[in-house]
């Protein structure tokens, strides 16, 4: 007989407690080294890599953009890791080792090859053969449904997000529906406001990137204490189809629930069809229509809300 969902369930959580205790993974530091296994992780990819970016080690790693910024400031501080400017995207950074961090990073390498050689030798070789090929079909049939495999990350504003914001709203608005620059006007506002009156516990912007490139933004921001407000959601023509607006919406969603507000509104258009099916598919009930003139056209203004 099969085993039930509940046994199958068990007996992979009873695998994953073996495992990370075989490999050490719950000791205080990994390999007898000062990192536990996050930091120990961050630091292998950047001895490893040309060129690496903090978007790329998100992307990679799966690791929550703040999460890994602050690793990376902690190795900072030791002296472990360098920053310097892309000449070819200046709001870039690219991560290397110092002679501090070559020494930690190799000392970690040599210990890692000695115990899984150590962990080898004690299997016949027929048995280092079959382990091999487990270890395959486990990463093989994981890999098809790992949640960090989108195309694009989702990082954290950094100093010039907001003039690519503003630029790319009166830009891509000008060419798919005519608006003129009084559009760009209010974006502008609101990006300053933001910067200005941000409270970081109550209000978040998410910048969207592939392959290190920017291709979408959106903000949810503090109306009252007990209400959001969604705004400047954008995705870039090369980047839809992705199902990226839908996912910047859904973490704006995920933040207004984590940090105690009841409900999300939003102000949008009718004209913005692809954006309306998104708020839909979310949850997002439309509650008040208006016309208006405004950006030189004459638009229908809609307000949307979703009770959390």
């Known amino acids: 007989m099969e085993p039930s969902s509940e046994a199958r369930i068990s007996a992979i959580r009873h695998f994953n407690r073996f495992f990370t205790r075989h490999i050490g993974v719950l000791q205080e530091g990994l390999l007898h080294s000062p990192f536990p296994l996050t930091e120990a992780r961050v630091l292998f ?5 040309e060129q690496v970016t903090a978007s790329q080690l998100v992307r990679e790693l799966g690791l929550d953009a703040g999460y890994l910024s602050r690793i ?3 190795f900072e ?4 890791i360098k920053k310097t400017r892309s000449e070819k995207d200046g709001r870039q950074f690219l991560l290397s080792l110092t002679p501090q961090g070559k020494e930690a990073f190799l000392l970690n390498d040599q210990r890692s090859r000695e ?3 150590e962990m080898l030798d004690d299997l016949s070789e027929e048995d280092q053969q ?3 090929n487990s270890m395959r079909t486990i990463e093989s049939l994981l890999t098809r449904g790992l ?3 989108e195309p694009f990350v989702l990082r954290a504003h950094e100093p010039g997000d907001m003039g690519w914001i503003t630029h790319r709203h009166a830009v891509l608005y000008a060419q798919e529906y005519g608006w003129d620059e009084q559009f760009e006007a209010l974006v502008a506002r609101i990006t300053a406001d933001f910067i200005t009156n941000y409270r970081p ?3 978040r912007c998410w910048i969207a ?3 290190g490139e920017i291709v979408g933004s959106v903000f949810i921001v503090e109306s009252s204490e007990a209400v959001a407000k969604l705004r400047l959601l954008l995705v870039e023509p090369k980047a839809r189809g992705l199902g990226l607006g839908t996912r910047l919406v859904e973490e704006c969603i995920r933040f207004a629930r984590r940090h105690g507000y009841q409900k999300i509104i939003l102000w949008t258009n009718s004209i913005l069809v692809e954006a309306r099916h998104i708020y839909q598919k979310t949850g997002f009930k439309l509650v008040a229509e208006e016309a208006h003139h405004s950006f030189g056209r004459d638009l229908v203004g809609e307000t949307w809300e979703l009770i959390l």
């Open 209 to 211: 990137e592939i392959n």
């Open 115 to 117: 115990e899984v050689a």
């Open 130 to 132: 079959r382990l091999l």
């Open 201 to 203: 516990g109550r209000e």
């Open 77 to 80: 501080q030791q002296e472990l």
């Open 147 to 149: 949640k960090f495999s």
């Open 72 to 74: 990376l400031t902690h």
């Open 45 to 49: 990819e950047i001895g490893h890599g």
